[in-house]
């Protein structure tokens, strides 16, 4: 169920980002902020696409002074 809800959140988050394109260089024309919303849209998919971009797993990592 936890895969589903993600995959749902991902389909979600890429059609804000197209919505937010679509309105920022075809319906009102704003380059600045269309380059913004397509670098984020193409890192999301460059990072989801190469495995080896992406996380092993989660550690809480170690303070270097706790002993």
Known sequence: MSKFISIVGNIV????LL???Y???I???DPWFA????FVLV???VISL???LHAP???PGLYPYDE
């Open 43 to 45: 890192l999301a998919v």
């Open 57 to 59: 797993s989660v550690s």
């Open 35 to 38: 380059f913004v919303v397509g």
């Open 50 to 52: 190469i495995p080896s």
């Open 23 to 25: 309105d920022s260089t």
């Open 13 to 16: 988050l890429y059609g804000f």
């Open 27 to 29: 319906h009102e024309w």
């Open 19 to 21: 919505w937010l394109l």
